[in-house]
């Protein structure tokens, strides 16, 4: 449920509050020398180990039944693959965390601070995950996901124009609202969109997809960054974020018309 996966969210992105907030204590302690970012990513390596050290020692996946063949071998819903397409088409022109970051110095946030910025709107995200997941079980989680990409386009056209410090700020909670609103409601539409015999198939496919979208789209958008402008990247990630919000708002629309659909 949108609930389950929004809690899974809250938790999780705890840590990616905390340490930025370490990171950006050394650099305004030591300064933002070479020696500074080798000892941050060192420090950063320790969770890592940590974290695959406990799911070595303490995790144990349960037994699990073998679906029958002819059950695996059902096509997935058409609903399913609309979905995979419109999200596909906006992650394809998404600008990439770590140029917002960049967009950050264009405004006048000092290197020391960018970690700040970067645990402000993650702990946005991690602070409306879950009431956004519970929210999305009432009303529907297309609804919801279409919000999230709209929200986007708004913070890719405002950043696309250089806007003043205050109002970056506030960009910068907006894009940690959108990851609140599409993240873990996403996760949980794959589920609710396929049969539950065809939940590994369906997110194999989705994030495959998804994921050689965001490589091509990064490389691309990269290269209009360099070679046009930052805005017209960011222009263009709006226009991807708006096609974006609009199919997923037109196939909420589609279940919608149907009595029996329930929300999803």
Request: proline share 5%; aromatic share 12%.
């Given at each position: 449920s949108g609930?389950?996966?929004?809690f899974?969210?809250l ?10 907030l ?7 302690l ?12 060192a420090l950063a ?7 695959l ?5 303490g995790?144990?996946?349960p037994?699990?039944s073998?679906?029958?063949?002819a059950?695996?071998a059902r096509?997935?819903?058409w ?7 419109g999200?596909?088409v ?11 970051l960049?967009r ?8 020391a601070?960018?970690?700040v ?8 995200y991690?602070l ?7 929210w ?6 297309l609804?919801?996901l279409?919000?999230?990409w709209?929200?986007?386009?708004v913070?890719?056209f ?5 806007p ?6 506030w960009?910068f909670?907006l894009y940690?609202l959108f990851?609140?609103?599409t993240?873990?409601?996403g ?5 609710d969109?396929v049969?539950?015999h065809s939940?590994?198939?369906a997110?194999a496919v989705f994030?495959?997809v998804?994921g ?9 958008l ?8 930052p805005?017209?990247?960011f222009?263009?990630?709006a ?7 609009l ?5 909420a629309w ?11």
């Amino acid at each position: 449920s949108g609930r389950l996966f929004g809690f899974h969210r809250l938790i999780d992105t705890t840590g990616s509050v905390l340490g930025p907030l370490v990171a950006a204590g050394l650099l305004i302690l030591i300064g933002t020398s070479a020696g500074t970012y080798r000892l941050i990513f060192a420090l950063a390596a320790v969770p890592g180990l940590i974290a695959l050290g406990l799911i070595w020692l303490g995790v144990r996946e349960p037994e699990r039944s073998v679906a029958a063949p002819a059950a695996a071998a059902r096509p997935l819903p058409w609903r399913f693959w609309i979905f995979t397409l419109g999200t596909t088409v906006a992650v394809l022109t998404k600008i990439n965390d770590s140029l917002f970051l960049v967009r950050a110095g264009d405004v006048g946030i000092h290197r020391a601070l960018i970690p700040v910025l970067f645990a402000g709107f993650t702990l946005v995200y991690a602070l409306m995950s879950y009431p956004i997941g519970v929210w999305s079980d009432r009303i529907g989680k297309l609804p919801v996901l279409a919000a999230g990409w709209l929200v986007l386009a708004v913070v890719e056209f405002g950043f696309a124009r250089l806007p003043g410090l205050d109002l970056a700020l506030w960009l910068f909670a907006l894009y940690g609202l959108f990851y609140a609103l599409t993240e873990g409601s996403g996760r949980a539409l794959i589920a609710d969109l396929v049969e539950s015999h065809s939940h590994g198939s369906a997110y194999a496919v989705f994030y495959a997809v998804t994921g050689v979208a965001v490589i091509v789209g990064g490389y691309g958008l990269g290269r209009i960054w360099d070679h046009v402008s930052p805005r017209a990247a960011f222009d263009l990630s709006a226009v991807g974020s708006l096609i974006g919000c609009l199919t997923l708002a037109g196939l909420a629309w589609s279940v919608r018309r149907r009595p029996s659909a329930e929300k999803i």
